[in-house]
């Protein structure tokens, strides 16, 4: 079976959740670089992969796709039976059904405005780009009030979709891992008591420590 191939730097968001959903079901992967400062993720031969012109892109054989989620669920399907089992339940319907909730609060409302901050707060001034003010503290308000909701749904269970670690964690890693490791505003995960334990939990996870370690090695992007 050859190993499936991700095309994007580990440092990108979108690119480390699906990094993660690899190590978390231990398929074997090949990571193929897109210089993005040459602007190769624009390039035609990029764009038939993804045509939106964004990393990351992913591809099995003859099977192509884009969005990082959608890659995700690609592989917990066809993989059901390697390595974490469970990350969309245990084929109970409530169970699933809480997945999918908390993995759309991810998409829909935890995504908008963390997005906004990790770019302004930390992709920004890597790329001499001058930061916007007024996004950064409408979208840190925004993210506030996402987080309380979060607080309490965490003070309830130890993870977001019940007392199991789930994709619906598993996707919000990208972006809460920036937040508290490249911007000064780490402090409205880990200020949170519920929500700062949970980072803390699933920040450790060996899956998510492996693509830490990615990201961390030169030339890695
Ligand atoms: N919803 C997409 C978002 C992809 C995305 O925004 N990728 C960023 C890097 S994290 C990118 O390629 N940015 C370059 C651009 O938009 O020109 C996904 O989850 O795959």
């Excluded at 398929?27 to 190769?40: A, E, N």
């Excluded at 008591?193 to 949970?198: A, F």
Aim: glycine share 6%; net charge neutral.
């Amino acid at each position: 079976m050859a190993a499936v191939k991700v095309y994007g730097p580990p440092m990108s968001t979108a690119v480390s959740r699906v990094l993660a959903c690899l190590f978390e079901k231990e398929v074997d992967f090949q990571l193929l670089p897109v210089d993005m400062s040459k602007g190769q993720h624009r390039s035609p031969d990029f764009l038939k992969l993804q045509p939106f012109g964004q990393v990351p892109a992913f591809q099995d054989d003859s099977i192509s796709l884009f969005e990082s989620r959608a890659i995700c669920r690609y592989i917990l399907d066809k993989y059901p039976e390697k390595g974490n089992k469970f990350l969309l339940g245990k084929g109970d319907l409530l169970e699933r059904a809480s997945i999918d909730q908390w993995l759309e609060a991810e998409a829909q409302s935890f995504n908008p405005p963390s997005s906004v901050l990790v770019f302004q707060l930390a992709f920004a001034p890597r790329m001499k780009l001058k930061q916007d003010e007024n996004a950064i503290q409408k979208n840190e308000e925004k993210l506030g009030k996402v987080l309380d909701v979060y607080e309490r749904r965490l003070g309830e269970t130890r993870f977001l979709a019940g007392d199991e670690f789930s994709f619906a964690d598993l996707s919000h890693l990208p972006n809460c891992h920036c937040i508290v490791n490249a911007t000064d505003r780490g402090g409205l995960l880990t200020e949170r008591e519920n929500v700062g334990r949970w980072w803390k939990e699933i920040s450790s996870r060996p899956s998510w420590m492996k693509v830490v370690e990615m990201q961390n090695t030169p030339k890695a992007g």
